[in-house]
């Protein structure tokens, strides 16, 4: 039996592809603490479970495969607080931020063509786009520069004629990067002027820390044929299993081959899109304020633990729960299969996401680290402890020279 090409050449996600050696840690007795899934340990509030709870109908049947009104409208409402107006064929409800990225890819890409994404980008990318049939075309930055790529300078070289679409994340995933007005219209004046679409990843739309304002693509003007937007409700409210997002765009074509795929799947699960309608119903600025504060103080404590690691280097995330720290190793997959097989204190070790699947060429990012703050500040600082002890150990096991102090970046202050 033969399998696809497509599949064949898709590689495992790098933030799940250790979970075996986990496993195996944990039957030693072995306790792993994570900082490799963007699993947020804060409860899902309590609307979602209450609007469940208090569905009436016998029958859970199909959804309408645009969504249940309930939700679409309370889309509909939410972005209004931003100041975009929406019509309910703007939007169609998908399997989470994830699905809502296949369907786009899959109205937008014929076999070998093009899709822009500056890098480090979320792994996932990758496979969504192969799937398709299209070919990830990475953007490269640097970390010296804080990963900003918003510039002609950087982008345009990379456009060919089997350019489709430019991807961003905003905030970034596994950046933090956050765009400012500026940086959004130039990638809108270039997806406008080349003919493609401009996809903005924006899941993380609400954590942002520096006293940015909320902002999404959409409330830009005169390019609403190249604009489409990614949401979900996974991150913004602590409920990544509830698997509900939203492909949205004024471009009626795409939305409207949009919708034959969102047919053949025939819908998203009902009840999940009851909660996640009474969640955006239920919540507003007071949540957002008390969320954004919560991993405001989570980044802090991880950057102030990874201080003490010596040689490490990073950038203060300005956005999302994400960053990527450089460490004074050969390969931090080496050191990932190091920390689940051979090391451990007090019964502890830890897990991360190794950097090298967050780049189009897996040679990229071999001593990089992507971390994810999604836990309580106190488990956090052990963390990235356990992270320390364990960076010295390899080290001595590898012969590395151990470094004397950090070596923060240029914005790591």
Same mark, same amino acid.
């Given at each position: 039996?033969?399998?696809?090409?497509?599949? &064949?050449?898709?590689?495992?996600?790098?933030?799940?592809?250790?979970?075996?050696?986990? &496993?195996?840690?944990?039957?030693?007795?072995?306790? #792993?603490?994570?900082?490799?899934i963007?699993?947020p340990?804060?409860? /899902?509030?309590?609307?979602?479970?209450?609007?469940?709870?208090?569905?009436?109908?016998?029958?859970?049947?199909?959804?309408?495969?645009?969504?249940?009104?309930?939700?679409?409208?309370?889309?509909?409402?939410?972005?209004?607080?931003?100041?975009?107006?929406?019509?309910?064929?703007?939007?169609?409800? /998908?399997?989470?931020?994830?699905?809502?990225?296949?369907? *786009?890819?899959?109205?937008?890409?014929?076999?070998?063509?093009?899709? !822009?994404?500056?890098e480090?980008y979320?792994?996932? $990318?990758?496979?969504?786009?192969?799937?398709?049939?299209?070919?990830?075309?990475?953007?490269? /930055?640097?970390?010296?520069?804080?990963? %900003?790529?918003?510039?002609?300078?950087?982008?345009?070289?990379?456009? /060919?004629?089997?350019?489709?679409?430019?991807?961003? @994340?905003?905030?970034?995933?596994?950046?933090?990067?956050?765009?400012?007005?500026?940086?959004?219209?130039?990638?809108?004046?270039? #997806?406008?002027?080349?003919?493609?679409?401009?996809i903005?990843d924006?899941?993380? %739309?609400?954590?942002?820390?520096d006293?940015?304002?909320?902002?999404?693509?959409?409330?830009?003007?005169? *390019?609403?044929?190249?604009? =489409?937007?990614?949401? +979900?409700?996974?991150?913004?409210f602590?409920?990544?299993?509830t698997?509900v997002? @939203?492909?949205?765009?004024?471009?009626?074509?795409?939305?409207?081959?949009?919708?034959?795929?969102?047919?053949?799947?025939?819908?998203?699960?009902?009840?999940?899109?009851?909660g996640?309608?009474? !969640?955006?119903?239920? !919540?507003?600025?007071?949540?957002?304020?008390?969320?954004?504060?919560?991993?405001?103080?989570?980044?802090?404590?991880?950057?102030?633990? &990874?201080?003490?690691?010596?040689?490490?280097?990073?950038?203060?995330?300005?956005?999302?729960?994400?960053?990527?720290?450089?460490?004074?190793?050969?390969?931090?997959?080496s &050191?990932?299969r190091?920390?689940?097989?051979?090391?451990?204190?007090?019964?502890?070790?830890v897990?991360?996401?190794?950097?090298?699947?967050?780049?189009?060429?897996?040679?990229?990012?071999?001593?990089?680290i992507?971390?994810?703050?999604? +836990?309580?500040?106190?488990?956090?600082?052990?963390?990235?402890?356990?992270?320390?002890?364990?960076? #010295?150990? $390899?080290q001595?096991?590898?012969?590395?020279?151990a470094?004397?102090?950090? =070596?923060? !970046?240029?914005? #790591?202050?």
């Amino acid at each position: 039996m033969q399998l696809s090409q497509r599949v &064949l050449g898709t590689e495992y996600s790098p933030i799940r592809k250790f979970r075996p050696l986990v &496993l195996e840690a944990e039957a030693r007795g072995i306790r #792993a603490l994570h900082l490799n899934i963007g699993q947020p340990d804060i409860e /899902t509030p309590r609307p979602f479970f209450d609007a469940v709870n208090a569905y009436k109908n016998r029958v859970i049947g199909y959804a309408p495969s645009d969504g249940v009104a309930d939700f679409v409208q309370a889309m509909i409402h939410y972005y209004k607080g931003l100041g975009v107006a929406l019509d309910h064929n703007d939007l169609l409800t /998908t399997y989470g931020g994830s699905e809502a990225l296949q369907i *786009a890819f899959s109205c937008m890409l014929d076999e070998g063509d093009e899709v !822009l994404v500056p890098e480090p980008y979320y792994p996932n $990318y990758n496979t969504f786009v192969r799937m398709a049939g299209g070919v990830i075309r990475g953007i490269p /930055t640097r970390a010296e520069d804080g990963y %900003r790529f918003a510039t002609r300078e950087q982008i345009e070289p990379h456009i /060919t004629p089997r350019t489709r679409a430019l991807l961003v @994340a905003n905030p970034g995933n596994p950046t933090g990067v956050v765009l400012t007005p500026e940086e959004r219209q130039t990638l809108i004046d270039i #997806a406008r002027e080349h003919d493609i679409f401009l996809i903005s990843d924006e899941v993380y %739309r609400e954590l942002v820390y520096d006293g940015e304002p909320i902002s999404t693509m959409l409330q830009h003007t005169g *390019a609403d044929e190249n604009i =489409v937007v990614i949401d +979900s409700v996974s991150k913004r409210f602590s409920a990544t299993g509830t698997r509900v997002g @939203a492909l949205i765009s004024r471009n009626g074509e795409l939305m409207h081959n949009a919708m034959k795929l969102c047919q053949g799947r025939l819908s998203v699960a009902t009840l999940d899109q009851v909660g996640a309608a009474a !969640l955006f119903e239920s !919540l507003g600025s007071d949540y957002y304020e008390k969320l954004r504060a919560e991993y405001h103080r989570r980044r802090d404590a991880v950057v102030s633990a &990874l201080r003490e690691i010596p040689g490490a280097q990073f950038d203060v995330p300005e956005g999302a729960f994400y960053m990527m720290v450089r460490l004074p190793v050969d390969d931090t997959e080496s &050191l990932q299969r190091f920390l689940l097989e051979e090391f451990s204190d007090h019964g502890e070790t830890v897990m991360f996401a190794p950097g090298s699947g967050f780049y189009a060429d897996p040679d990229e990012g071999r001593q990089e680290i992507r971390i994810a703050y999604v +836990s309580n500040c106190d488990q956090l600082r052990r963390s990235v402890e356990l992270l320390k002890l364990g960076v #010295a150990a $390899y080290q001595k096991k590898m012969g590395i020279p151990a470094q004397v102090n950090a =070596v923060p !970046l240029a914005c #790591a202050c």
